[in-house]
């Protein structure tokens, strides 16, 4: 909802704030009917298309398949499924492995067997840059988009160059990743549109800043004995009551139940 006000295009659902959530690390430990739940309750509250990550689509063809549709059921606009072996880890830690080229297409075909809606975007994901260089990530992309994938995430790429070249390579949109404490430099929207990026998503930013917000809230309560030290850093009541939209509830309530005491109407 915040994303929504503050008139971004999208919003996207990690994998990895997903993984953090439930407490785990992001290595292919969530289930794919977890992540559509949780995708749905986001894409029930904004009218601005969903983008979920798909991990590696929990399975063999089928089930890909069939992850494309629960996910078309769950209101979103589309996913990414990557080309990591299962079980897949974050895309910007070491020891990443990658399944066989014709595997990962494989996946993609099956994603786009599975779609209903022609209008739901498949983006394939490739984290090939940091396993085997820049030229085979592009030359992994090139099939990925041969084998019907709509837009290509190559994720971990370590330079401005490095987006250009995939510019230069593909005709299919194409998304970046400006993750935080990652191999990616954190590029600004308007330097990636100039390089040819179209879209561009900040996954664990938002957990990061509320994170770190709440660590540090727990640490001055810990060490003083209240939150007096840091109310001055919250959303205040009124604000949230403001963006959950209270006033409409109550009015809606009101007008065919009396919820509300027109003489006291707090």
């Known amino acids: 909802m915040l994303i929504a006000e503050q008139g971004f295009d999208g919003v996207y659902v990690s994998g990895a704030v997903l993984s953090a ?6 290595v292919g430990l969530t289930t794919s009917t977890e992540v559509a739940a949780r995708a749905a309750t986001i894409a029930r509250q904004t ?19 069939r992850t494309v ?4 059921d769950a209101g979103l606009a589309g996913c990414h499924l990557e080309d990591q072996v299962d ?20 996946r993609v075909r099956a994603a786009v067997r599975g779609r209903r809606d022609d209008a739901f975007v498949l983006c394939a994901r490739t984290d090939a840059r940091a396993v085997d260089g820049l030229d085979a990530a592009i030359d992994r992309a090139r099939a ?13 790429l370590t330079g401005e160059d490095e987006y250009a070249a995939f510019r230069d390579a593909l005709d299919v949109p194409l998304l970046a990743n400006m993750t935080e404490f990652g191999k990616s430099p954190l590029l600004t929207a308007d330097t990636l549109e ?24 727990l640490a ?25 939209h209270y006033d409409e509830y109550g009015a809606f309530d009101a007008g065919l139940a009396g919820y509300l005491d027109e003489e006291d109407p707090s």
């Open 69 to 72: 549709q629960t996910f078309e």
């Open 21 to 26: 959530e439930l407490g785990l690390p992001d």
């Open 194 to 217: 100039k390089l040819g990026v179209n879209v561009v998503i900040y996954p664990v930013t938002l957990l990061r800043l509320a994170m770190g917000a709440a660590e540090a809230g």
């Open 87 to 106: 079980p897949k880890r974050c895309g910007h830690l070491a020891g990443k492995a990658l399944v066989p080229t014709e595997d990962m297409c494989t």
């Open 144 to 156: 990925y988009v041969a084998a019907g994938a709509d837009m290509i995430f190559a994720e971990a």
């Open 220 to 244: 001055e309560i810990r060490r003083t004995g209240t939150q007096a030290g840091v109310v001055d850093r919250m959303q205040n009541r009124a604000r949230l009551y403001e963006l959950l």
């Open 47 to 65: 009218d601005l298309p969903v983008l979920v990550d798909a991990d590696t689509g929990w399975g063999g063809p089928a089930n890909v398949a």
